[in-house]
């Protein structure tokens, strides 16, 4: 295998040479992950670490990094015999004291207890799921990355549903629904066993999503998650959605059209506007190759919160209307001196986040 030595943060790493896994490069490292890695090392210093899980580690640069880079115990698990020896040769080059274990990742996680479990699969986390909610202690994080989007976000709908117990909808904000149906899956799972899974910072970038959460072994909490899982309706006539429970589930639209549905997800922020700033300032006074990006990120992120209906594609709108496009700026501007919440979202470059409903918009936007 073709080596070569890379730095992230303040890490020292050998890497495969190429991203694509054959026989001569059998262990994987993806240098488009950099960002979701720093955003982690971040993710584990404000928030007090003792003890962090790689789980599916790769050539070991999450967790070689968060034992070099944050002061607490690591593990850096994966299930190839090749990886594992590039583990071990990572922790060595940098003189550290993690661990590196060679095992299954549920058998890892029937023995072992975890104040930061990260899971990073080739594309669905959720076989891994239960056993990473059951290992990680009270008040920890779970990390989670999903790279199967195209079943979230509702290109294969019926893997979504054998995957997540849930619909997708193919709207033009698919890849929010998709982010929300893998936290209430997740929030759903934990419940089983009277845990609460509340996200804390969620983000998608390019072919992924990402998910830290935190873990609260509380029946009362679990119980009051559960009032953030509902159903989202879609009208694909006037792009009206409206957040539902089971009860409030309607057949039609104000505007006459037919409701489509998606769900369970999770309805609720899916990020802590709080612990954003947290990450700002943290990313802001450490080393990292992709600080000015993440920066950016989570300064949106925690933006974003302020509103929980989903976004809307502004040329979508336009469209509707059969007006021409205009700048999101005055757009925002219009809404905001309306009265309304109106934001940018991290999801798309078109995407507005507003507190307006529909005909509020449409009101504005013809005027
Ligand atoms: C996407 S890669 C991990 C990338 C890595 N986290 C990084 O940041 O570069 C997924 C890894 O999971 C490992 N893996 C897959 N199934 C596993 C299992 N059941 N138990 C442990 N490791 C597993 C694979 O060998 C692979 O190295």
């Given at each position: 295998?073709?080596?070569?030595?890379?730095?992230?943060?303040?890490?020292?790493?050998?890497?495969?040479?190429?991203?694509?896994?054959?026989?001569?490069?059998?262990?994987?490292?993806?240098?488009?992950?950099?960002?979701?890695?720093?955003?982690?090392?971040?993710?584990?210093?404000?928030?007090?670490?003792?003890?962090?899980?790689?789980?599916?580690?790769?050539?070991?640069?999450?967790?070689?990094?968060?034992?070099?880079?944050?002061?607490?115990?690591?593990?850096?698990?994966?299930?190839?015999?090749?990886?594992?020896?590039?583990?071990?040769?990572?922790?060595?080059?940098?003189?550290?004291?993690?661990?590196?274990?060679?095992?299954?990742?549920?058998?890892?996680?029937?023995?072992?207890?975890?104040?930061?479990?990260?899971?990073?699969?080739?594309?669905?986390?959720?076989?891994?799921?239960?056993?990473?909610?059951?290992?990680?202690?009270?008040?920890?994080?779970?990390?989670?990355?999903?790279?199967?989007?195209?079943?979230?976000?509702?290109?294969?709908?019926?893997?979504?549903?054998?995957?997540?117990?849930?619909?997708?909808?193919?709207t033009d904000y698919?890849n929010e629904?998709?982010?929300?149906?893998?936290?209430?899956?997740?929030?759903?799972?934990?419940?089983?066993?009277?845990?609460?899974?509340?996200?804390?910072?969620?983000?998608c970038?390019?072919?992924?999503?990402?998910?830290?959460?935190?873990?609260?072994?509380?029946?009362?909490?679990?119980?009051?998650?559960?009032?953030?899982?509902?159903?989202?309706?879609?009208c694909?006539?006037c792009l009206n959605r409206?957040?539902?429970?089971?009860?409030?589930?309607?057949?039609?639209?104000?505007c006459?059209?037919?409701?489509?549905?998606?769900?369970?997800?999770?309805?609720?922020?899916?990020?802590?506007s709080?612990?954003?700033?947290?990450?700002?300032?943290?990313?802001?006074?450490?080393?990292?190759?992709?600080?000015?990006?993440?920066i950016k990120l989570?300064g949106m992120i925690a933006n974003e919160q302020a509103i929980s209906n989903p976004y809307y594609n502004i040329h979508k709108l336009f469209r509707k209307i059969k007006r021409p496009a205009r700048p999101m700026e005055d757009i925002i501007d219009r809404l905001n001196s309306e009265g309304f919440k109106a934001e940018r979202t991290h999801f798309s470059g078109t995407g507005l986040r507003t507190d307006a409903s529909v005909s509020e918009i449409y009101n504005i936007l013809e005027n």
């Amino acid at each position: 295998m073709e080596l070569t030595d890379i730095i992230e943060g303040n890490t020292r790493l050998l890497v495969p040479v190429g991203e694509k896994l054959s026989k001569k490069n059998p262990v994987f490292f993806n240098p488009g992950m950099e960002l979701s890695r720093d955003i982690s090392v971040a993710a584990a210093r404000i928030s007090g670490v003792n003890r962090f899980c790689d789980l599916l580690a790769g050539s070991g640069a999450r967790g070689v990094r968060i034992s070099n880079e944050v002061n607490c115990d690591v593990v850096v698990n994966d299930i190839n015999k090749r990886a594992y020896d590039l583990i071990n040769r990572n922790i060595e080059l940098n003189n550290l004291n993690a661990k590196a274990t060679n095992l299954e990742a549920n058998i890892l996680l029937s023995n072992e207890r975890f104040d930061f479990t990260d899971i990073d699969p080739f594309g669905s986390p959720t076989r891994f799921l239960e056993s990473a909610i059951r290992a990680t202690n009270n008040g920890g994080i779970l990390g989670i990355t999903a790279t199967d989007t195209a079943a979230l976000c509702g290109t294969y709908p019926k893997a979504c549903r054998r995957k997540y117990d849930a619909v997708p909808l193919r709207t033009d904000y698919y890849n929010e629904l998709g982010l929300r149906i893998l936290i209430g899956f997740t929030a759903r799972l934990a419940a089983r066993y009277d845990i609460s899974t509340i996200p804390i910072f969620s983000h998608c970038t390019r072919h992924y999503f990402r998910t830290y959460l935190r873990v609260s072994l509380s029946g009362k909490k679990s119980k009051d998650s559960l009032k953030n899982i509902n159903f989202l309706q879609h009208c694909f006539n006037c792009l009206n959605r409206r957040i539902a429970s089971i009860d409030e589930i309607r057949e039609k639209c104000e505007c006459g059209g037919r409701f489509r549905n998606s769900g369970l997800l999770w309805t609720g922020n899916f990020a802590d506007s709080e612990f954003c700033r947290l990450l700002e300032g943290e990313l802001s006074a450490g080393k990292f190759n992709k600080k000015k990006e993440a920066i950016k990120l989570t300064g949106m992120i925690a933006n974003e919160q302020a509103i929980s209906n989903p976004y809307y594609n502004i040329h979508k709108l336009f469209r509707k209307i059969k007006r021409p496009a205009r700048p999101m700026e005055d757009i925002i501007d219009r809404l905001n001196s309306e009265g309304f919440k109106a934001e940018r979202t991290h999801f798309s470059g078109t995407g507005l986040r507003t507190d307006a409903s529909v005909s509020e918009i449409y009101n504005i936007l013809e005027n």
